[in-house]
């Protein structure tokens, strides 16, 4: 007999209840997703298709390489060589089996001792340590081919300066805020005109596929490499200036000494010299004074070679002739200030012209007096002094010049021989070349073009008319003549004229009785000046005088420069009564 089981009830039940749990939960993941999908599509979009553009594209900047400096014949005073950073993943390094085999390989190639190199390899809590900044390409070539685990390559760009020391002040230096970012020019020229030589980065898109490999590189925004500098200044002769430079440095130890040779004509600088030697490729390592361009950061006080210009003022003004005698007393005394000169003599009569030769503070003075404070103070400012010349070299002083306003009794009698003021040597350049360019001050120039474009000529504005050019000029040629305060810096043969200076320095609102500063600045030939020249002497030792000091290091600089620029001895007699207004400068 059949018979049929029927499922009780209760179990139905459970079975429904545990179908209707998993098919909510379902159904609650379901509507779980919806509303991430809805959340995700509709509010995290933007942000979500970002992340996913990062993961496949990469934006890169691409350096742009740093301009050239060069001088006006195309030689390379700096430049940017391609280098490598070398880096170290001291994780991997320190699981490799001999670490201090791979400092001792590595270490020579970059420039560190093995000590400096494992420390570096085996730094703790690091997965990147930098070894090396700006290592040769060369040098981390060999490293590549060593294929040692944990040590990689980052390619950057080494700042390079070929000659080292030459125009270093000038060149200036680079370096970045950290390492591994673009350098940018900390000093010199290098800062200046940093924007020009920059360039422009350009930048890169790269799209990559689910692996990281590259798939499609295209630029977005082209490189555009920094433009070269040209400057007006000559390397051969550079070379030589420093090299005379050395020389006054081991005779008599200064503390700064520097050299300026200038183009009349044009105002181009053909030369600035600084001394002591700064090495351009290891700034790091020099004195922070010795970087210092003593050319244009240098203010002190002129001394006797600041009489060219009371003269010149005096002559323009009517007030005196190159023949115009005055009587020099022994001293004089300005309540209780005792002006004297550098030797001692009794009452005599100087001529404008001997008081030049001669180098007569007593004369400055008398010369001053009768030209008055009003005009001399104008002719003070009318050459220059009191504000930058303008040369396109950063940290250029302007001096201290008195006001008239300011001027008081002592003052007509220490300011018409160059004491009680301040210049820097480029000003006294730059008013030294208006005597020899006929009267004509200019902006001396140190840039002959950026990029090929060249930098126009100042035009300059008249100071002093041609005719009182050339009496100075030719009342200056008696300082280089037999009884001049430099006779020992002519060069037979050679029209010269110029100036002595030897200036005590002012310590503690005192005049040092030890503490000198020596010059002279010189032109040749003096009847069509094509070089002037002023070497600048701070605090000598042993020696004092600008006669003795900066003069014979003119003369060691006329005597290179006259041949190799072309200059011709003048016919006899010489000095010359006529001398040749169309001989031009012969520029290599």
């Given amino acids: 007999m059949a018979t049929t089981t029927r499922r009780p009830p209760r179990t139905l039940d459970a079975i429904d209840r545990r179908v209707g749990i998993l098919f909510g939960l379902f159904m609650l993941l379901l509507v779980g997703a919806v509303a991430r999908a809805a959340y995700l599509g509709l509010f995290r979009a933007r942000s979500l298709q970002v992340a996913a553009t990062r993961q496949q594209v990469a934006i890169e900047p691409v350096p742009a390489t740093r301009g050239m400096i060069t001088d006006r014949s195309g030689v390379v005073l700096a430049l940017s060589e391609a280098a490598d950073e070398v880096v170290a993943d001291p994780y991997l390094v320190i699981g490799h089996d001999q670490p201090a085999k791979v400092a001792a390989q590595i270490a020579p190639l970059l420039g560190l001792s093995a000590t400096q190199t494992l420390a570096g390899l085996t730094a703790a809590h690091t997965g990147y340590k930098v070894l090396a900044y700006d290592v040769p390409a060369a040098n981390a070539t060999r490293i590549a081919t060593m294929r040692i685990d944990g040590i990689s390559l980052v390619p950057v760009e080494q700042r390079v300066y070929p000659r080292n020391t030459l125009a270093a002040q000038v060149l200036g230096w680079v370096g970045s805020n950290r390492p591994g970012l673009a350098e940018t020019g900390r000093g010199g020229l290098e800062y200046l005109f940093n924007s020009a030589l920059s360039g ?16 499609a590189t295209r630029m977005t925004r082209p490189v555009v490499n920094g433009r070269t500098i040209q400057l007006t200044i000559s390397a051969p ?46 700034i790091g390592a020099t004195p922070i004074d010795d970087t210092e361009d003593y050319g244009v950061g240098f203010s002190y006080e002129p001394g006797s070679t600041f009489k060219a210009f009371t003269v010149s003022g005096a002559l323009e003004d009517g007030l005196v002739t190159p023949q115009t005698a005055f009587d020099v007393p022994p001293y004089l005394d300005a309540y209780g200030h005792i002006v004297t000169d550098a030797e001692s003599h009794g009452y005599e009569t100087l001529t404008v012209g001997q008081i030049l030769k001669y180098s007569s503070n007593i004369g400055a003075v008398l010369i001053g007096q009768r030209m008055g404070a009003t005009n001399f103070s104008q002719w003070v400012t009318r050459f220059g002094f009191g504000r930058p010349t303008g040369v396109a070299l950063p940290g250029e002083q302007q001096g201290v010049i008195r006001p008239l306003d300011r001027y008081d009794g002592v003052s007509m009698y220490n300011f018409p021989f160059g004491q009680g003021q301040a210049v820097t040597p480029m000003q006294m350049v730059a008013g030294y070349s208006a005597i020899a360019d006929g009267g004509i001050l200019r902006t001396p120039q140190i840039i002959e073009s950026v990029g090929g474009a060249p930098v126009r000529e100042p035009h300059g504005t008249r100071v002093i008319s041609a005719t009182v050019a050339a009496e100075v000029r030719d009342m200056l040629r008696g300082v280089l003549n037999d009884g001049g305060t430099a006779s020992n810096a002519w060069i037979k043969g050679y029209d010269m004229a110029g100036k002595t200076g030897t200036a005590q320095i002012a310590v503690n ?6 503490e000198y500063v020596a010059s002279f600045i010189g032109m040749v030939p003096a009847s069509n000046p094509k070089l002037v020249i002023a070497v600048v002497v701070d605090q000598p030792q042993g020696e004092i005088y600008g006669g003795s000091v900066a003069a014979p290091a003119f003369q060691k600089i006329v005597g290179w420069a006259v041949p190799y620029f072309g200059i011709d001895p003048c016919p006899a007699p010489c000095p010359p009564t006529a001398y040749n207004p169309t001989a031009s400068l012969s520029l290599p």
């Fill in 200 to 215: 422009r980065a350009g930048v890169r898109r790269t799209v990559n596929d689910a692996v990281g490999q590259a798939i």
């Fill in 237 to 282: 002769l550079q070379a030589e200036v420093e090299q005379v430079l050395a020389g006054v440095g081991a005779e008599w130890h200064p503390k700064a000494a520097t050299a300026i040779v200038i183009n009349p004509d044009s105002s181009q600088i053909l030369a600035l010299a600084n001394w002591p030697p700064v090495n351009a490729n290891d």
């Fill in 509 to 514: 609102g005192n005049y040092s009785s030890t």
